[in-house]
């Protein structure tokens, strides 16, 4: 799959394929927000004030990465989010109690649905084509990934569709997520929206190709180490060329390759900070540092492997 345009809003702003890697500043530990852009030409202001952060970011994302690829309109829409519209499930969980389950606003309810998203994104554009969300825990992205790439087969050349993800940090899930380990002393929680356009040909706008992903679930370091070198060699990467980006700290490298680089020190941690690892491998192929990328990213057990490639 060739990925002609994509926009993620992130704590470190809003990258596109004319951004610069090296105007990024690396996030400080804690929590991390997004910076969000102006929504005066994306959203009508009515239905901005009814929406969510995470629902606004999401809508603005796909548009602009819509907008930057000659705007087309999607052959299908796939997301994923690992949590959905935390802040609107809460807000209407705490109406249950404080009014006794009566006279509740459904507005909350409806919104605080994981496919919100898709649907709004949808609405927005008069899309009625294959519209999916997927929530499988930190394997989301990867899995509205899959579906893309089976859904590419039915297309024509000059088709494109739209994948992504939106993830938000409220202070109830940081909290929780604080207590099982998921974020400490020295890790930043992230949140973020990042889509892109697909195409199953390349084209004049196309910045990388998608050569492979994979997902599993790794129970130790061996295991892990395993996975990785498996899908080194089936794809007959060079490790003294080709760049491993990973979603740990700096201090943590992977034997098999000279060149590596993290990525959540601009993105934050979260389920999907995949898909931002993507966008930013996006800018580093364009900028011509190297010709394969090879995206790691690990979230508790769950693991995924994404190859791409900037000659095109």
Do not use: W
């Amino acid at each position: 799959m060739y990925i002609n345009s994509f926009c993620s809003i992130s704590p470190v702003g809003t990258l596109s394929p004319q951004s610069d890697t090296t105007s990024l500043q690396a996030l400080t530990i804690g929590r991390a927000y997004c910076i969000e852009p102006d929504y005066k030409d994306l959203i009508p202001p009515m239905q901005l004030r009814r929406m969510s952060k995470p629902v606004r970011t999401g809508v603005a994302a796909a548009r602009l990465c819509m907008k930057s690829y000659n705007d087309f309109s999607p052959a299908s829409i796939h997301v994923g989010t690992a949590y959905g519209m935390l802040e609107d499930s809460e807000n209407f969980l705490k109406k249950i109690i404080e009014q006794d389950e009566q006279l509740l606003n459904p507005t909350a309810f409806i919104q605080s649905t994981h496919n919100t998203v898709s649907g709004q994104i949808a609405l927005s554009i008069g899309c009625t084509a294959h519209n999916m969300t997927y929530v499988h825990n930190a394997h989301s992205f990867e899995s509205a990934l899959l579906d893309a790439s089976l859904f590419m087969e039915n297309l024509g050349d000059k088709d494109a569709i739209l994948v992504g993800t939106v993830e938000e940090c409220t202070d109830t899930s940081y909290n929780i997520l604080k207590r099982f380990d998921v974020y400490n002393e020295e890790s930043t929680a992230g949140e973020g929206a990042t889509f892109f356009a697909l195409s199953k040909t390349l084209h004049a706008e196309s910045v990388a190709a998608l050569k492979a992903f994979e997902m599993f679930i790794a129970k130790d370091k061996t295991e892990l180490q395993s996975n990785l070198n498996r899908f080194i060699q089936q794809h007959g990467l060079n490790m003294a060329k080709d760049l491993l980006l990973h979603s740990f700290n700096d201090d943590v490298t992977f034997a098999s390759f000279e060149n590596q680089l993290s990525f959540v020190k601009y993105s934050g941690k979260y389920a999907t900070m995949a898909a931002f690892g993507v966008a930013y491998a996006c800018l580093l192929l364009k900028e011509r540092q190297y010709s394969d990328i090879l995206i790691l990213t690990g979230l508790g057990s769950h693991y995924s492997l994404i190859l791409l490639s900037g000659s095109l």
